[in-house]
């Protein structure tokens, strides 16, 4: 089984992904915490290729990096790649972007969607794979859920009346952004441990 590093320094994250890419071929393993890589792409694409790269290269190995974020239509994309540095906690974040829109408080004013950026790149840091899910819902006027985090408790599913935060890990999986991203890379990475 070939080892794929995870560009993160979050076990969090690594056993998201492991859940995401069961069915893989590949052994998934994290990058050591003193590999930093900074996030200076302008796009979640960008980034989650930069960060694949920089891994691989320094570590000689398969390396595998997302990005992901929130796009709120009426903020013209904000707070996009910077959705992680919007405010300095989960819940000002939340407080901000609710502050933003409260002027807004038809739903249909309040459209925003999830993207998940995944890319794979090879040991020499040339991407192998890349792909992206994207999840549309809409901004609620107030948190509702206690499970998920970051943006969950505000980011609202008009087909399933439910927030992110009040899912079900599996229903939030199946139907997420990170969920359809990783989708189409587990595939890919499949294609890429039977051809190499």
Request: aromatic residues 6%; negative net charge.
């Amino acid at each position: 089984m070939t080892k794929l590093i995870v560009a993160t320094s979050n076990p969090g994250k690594l056993g998201e992904m492991q859940a995401y890419l069961h069915n893989s071929p590949w052994e998934l393993a994290l990058k050591p915490a003193e590999l930093d890589v900074d996030e200076t792409g302008d796009t979640f694409a960008a980034n989650a290729c930069l960060k694949a790269s920089e891994v691989a290269i320094a570590l000689n190995c398969w390396a595998i990096a997302d990005d992901s974020g929130l796009q709120v239509d009426a903020l013209n994309g904000a707070p996009g790649i910077y959705s992680a540095r919007y405010a300095n906690s989960d819940k000002e974040r939340i407080d901000r972007i609710l502050r933003e829109l409260s002027d807004l408080p038809d739903p249909s004013q309040r459209q925003a969607q999830f993207i998940c950026a995944v890319a794979v790149a090879r040991p020499d840091g040339t991407i192998a794979a890349e792909a992206q899910g994207i999840c549309r819902g809409e901004i609620l006027t107030s948190p509702r859920g206690v499970d998920g985090f970051g943006y969950d408790p505000i980011f609202y599913i008009p087909a399933k009346q439910l927030t992110f935060a009040e899912m079900s890990k599996e229903t939030k999986r199946s139907i997420s952004h990170r969920g359809i991203a990783f989708a189409i890379v587990s595939q890919k990475l499949t294609d890429l441990a039977n051809n190499s």
